[in-house]
């Protein structure tokens, strides 16, 4: 009988990954192909075809694809999209332009403000108006929404968002006038705020609807290419896309609302932490997810990534808060930090060392890629310090330059007026205390504290580095797990089926008829069920979650609450009240509260995303493959350090740091004084020495 494989994708900024993994006996098999920014697929295409010749795999043995990408990001990112138009209430066409009236930096008298995706002569108003319980207050005059309409496609506008006052609680208006519209322009591209993001606040639900309307046509484009590209290879598999949610799902779904695909890849580094953690028997799991260009980081309870149902995107300063263009869409929370393999390091203007956020990614790369590139990166560093072969990179398929690392080292070292070695180290340092600064800011913002937590670390960067950043956060365990390197696309090829959708309810908890809200989840629940189902998920074998938006009246903020079952008033109050103190420490005595939103989750197995992982290789060789120095910096010096194959590690394996381990995609370096020890699931856990 034929092995059924199912192959993952991911595009990253500096490698496209590409796994074929066997569900029934957990084989994978792993390759890494350099992005090729100026078309994506062309790279896509050259690692499958590299990685299905290498291991004997006939393309109809490809069951199912899963795929993530960056590629809508970009696009909001670098203003790369669709021309797109608004149609909104009249009185509201500059929500988009007034935004929140607050500034991301109070003091900053030449702050640049994030730019509408739509420019002010193609957001247009129609005469309607809703009351807030969804009451027509004024009807809407589909003529003008016609005429509107028009003028907008004779100005070359290719897609159209609809967002109107109150849409959330009444989706008629916005659904008569895109139903108009489709009648005259049906090839006109529409995304309704009632379907994409159907909450209060007009500014949030605004700014997603258009940004879905500004990447659709790419995604229906792409989407539909990548598509027939994988048929024209033969390969018979459904393609099924990973979404912000750590969740998958069918390409259709996808097409219509690609907006929720901005976070798919870095989610998948998340599904991945959690993965791994789970089969290491972790309850408690920071994932770090280092690549080329961006270091990624998501905390795990309980075997689980956070979800959070907002986030910011194309923010004008990557990393400042209020920055950005905001997206209500369910998504996984991740802390991202310009922090990468390829980041780039630089004299500041005050003469200190600057690594990133800047990255030199695929072309030209690090300077020791030889393809142009000139500037010291954290490759170079890595290279340098001893972390890194140069002549086992990406298994000895892809050569680099130690001597053109040490040049580019040694162009900066001058800069500083330092010797080339202190440069080297500075900025694996300045890397490290970059990424475990971020790290130890959102784990305090949720209230915990960086010691309960081991550091599972995935990403071609992320083992090299995980040592030093667990060190400076007081981390006292860190796990690599097997094909560390192609995490994410591991992730995802393990990850559900999920659908979560939402619905307005503005309602004290006291008058709220609890038959009527179990109601509603139930609408939900047969609105999520059919994109579920079109995965091919076992829908048996679902899980599905009530929760809640809630808040004290007279508040402007909410928590999302997990619904007790059956429904419940006091049960409910309890659940909020619970969670609001776990957040705050205290409750205002005696505060009513209130529904403001409904939303349910659905998840279920998709066939070939269970299963162990066996990424044992051929080699059978000895595991202790030599010795080279290695710059720790708690030893503040190199030492003579034992390197071996990882592949060759037998079961049991255990051993004292400092060490290195190697496989095809990724180094791991264990420092001084660890005590390391293999898990029956491949994983290899390093604890940190006593402190003495």
Not at 167 to 181: F, L, R, S, T
Not at 283 to 305: N, Q, Y
Not at 443 to 455: F, N, S, T, W
Request: negative net charge; proline residues 7%; contains cysteine.
């Amino acid at each position: 009988m034929a092995v059924t494989y199912s192959l993952g994708i991911d595009i990253g900024g500096t490698f496209t990954d590409i796994v074929a993994f066997d569900p029934a006996s957990g084989r994978a098999f792993i390759w890494k192909e350099s992005t090729t920014p100026d078309d994506p697929a062309r790279g896509v295409m050259a690692g499958i075809a590299h990685l299905l010749s290498t291991h004997g795999i006939a393309p109809p043995q490809i069951g199912r694809v899963v795929h993530a990408t960056t590629l809508f990001t970009n696009a909001l990112i670098e203003r790369k999209g669709a021309r797109t138009g608004l149609l909104t209430t009249a009185g509201f066409r500059d929500v988009l332009e007034i935004a929140r009236e607050r500034k991301y930096e109070l003091y900053d008298i030449f702050i640049d403000m994030p730019q509408p995706l739509v420019p002010r002569p193609w957001r247009r108003e129609v005469t309607e108006r809703l009351a807030a319980d969804g009451r027509i207050v004024t009807p809407l005059d589909t003529d003008a929404c016609v005429k509107e309409a028009a003028s907008l496609v004779a100005e070359g506008v290719e897609s159209l968002a609809i967002a109107f006052l109150h849409a959330y609680a009444n989706p008629a208006h916005e659904q008569a006038a895109a139903a108009a519209i489709a009648a005259r322009f049906p090839g006109l591209s529409m995304s309704l705020s009632s379907e994409i993001a159907p909450e209060i606040r007009e500014y949030p639900r605004a700014s997603t609807a258009v940004a879905n309307a500004y990447i659709r046509p790419i995604a229906e484009t792409y989407l539909q290419r990548l598509e027939e590209r994988i048929a024209a290879a033969g390969i018979p598999g459904t393609l099924h896309l990973m979404l912000s949610n750590g969740g998958l799902t069918h390409v259709e779904e996808a097409k219509r609302a690609p907006v929720q695909l901005l976070e798919s890849g870095p989610a998948a580094g998340a599904l991945a932490g959690a993965w791994f953690g789970r089969n290491a028997g972790l309850e408690r799991v920071l994932a770090f997810d280092m690549g080329g260009t961006t270091a990624k980081l998501a905390l795990v309870d309980g075997g689980e990534p956070l979800v959070a149902w907002g986030f910011e995107a194309a923010r004008e300063r990557r990393f400042l808060r209020g920055s950005g263009l905001p997206i209500q869409i369910a998504t996984v929370e991740l802390i991202e930090i310009g922090a990468g393999g390829g980041s780039i390091a630089r004299r500041s203007d005050l003469g200190t060392l600057n690594v990133g956020p800047d990255s030199a990614g695929a072309q030209p790369g690090p300077a020791c890629y030889s393809r142009g590139g000139t500037e010291a990166t954290v490759t170079d560093a890595d290279l340098a310090l001893g972390c890194l072969n140069a002549d086992f990179f990406l298994g000895g398929a892809m050569r680099i330059d130690a001597g053109a690392a040490t040049a580019a080292l040694g162009r900066l070292a001058g800069a500083l007026f330092v010797d080339p070695a202190r440069a080297a180290s500075g900025i694996q340092d300045v890397v490290n205390e970059t990424m475990a600064g971020a790290a130890r800011v959102a784990i305090a913002e949720r209230g915990r504290v960086p010691h309960e937590y081991a550091l599972m670390a995935t990403g071609g960067a992320a083992p090299v580095h995980a040592w030093g950043v667990a060190r400076k956060l007081g981390i006292r365990r860190v796990v690599c797990p097997p094909g560390a390197g192609a995490g994410s696309t591991i992730g995802m090829l393990m990850a559900p089926a999920r659908v979560d959708r939402v619905t307005s309810m503005n309602v004290p908890l006291a008058d709220a008829d609890m038959a009527a809200v179990a109601d509603s989840f139930a609408r939900l629940e047969a609105e999520a069920l059919a994109p579920v189902a079109a995965t091919g998920a076992d829908l048996n074998r679902r899980d599905v979650r009530w929760l809640a938006d809630m808040r004290y009246i007279g508040q402007g903020s909410e928590i999302t609450v997990t619904m007790p079952r059956p429904l419940d008033r006091g049960a409910i109050r309890a659940a909020f009240e619970g969670e609001y103190r776990r957040l705050f420490g205290r409750t205002p005595p005696g505060a009513a509260i209130q529904f403001v939103a409904l939303r349910l989750s659905v998840s279920a197995p998709v066939p070939g995303a269970e299963g162990r992982l066996d990424l044992a290789s051929a080699s059978g060789g000895v595991a202790l493959k030599g010795r080279r120095p290695v710059h720790f910096a708690e030893a503040a010096s190199t030492v003579e350090t034992p390197v071996y194959d990882r592949y060759a590690l037998p079961p049991g394996f255990t051993a004292e740091g400092p060490a290195v381990f190697e496989e095809n995609e990724s180094t791991f370096v264990v420092g001084p004084g660890a005590r390391i020890a293999l898990l029956p699931d491949g994983s290899l856990v390093a604890d940190m020495p006593e402190a003495r």
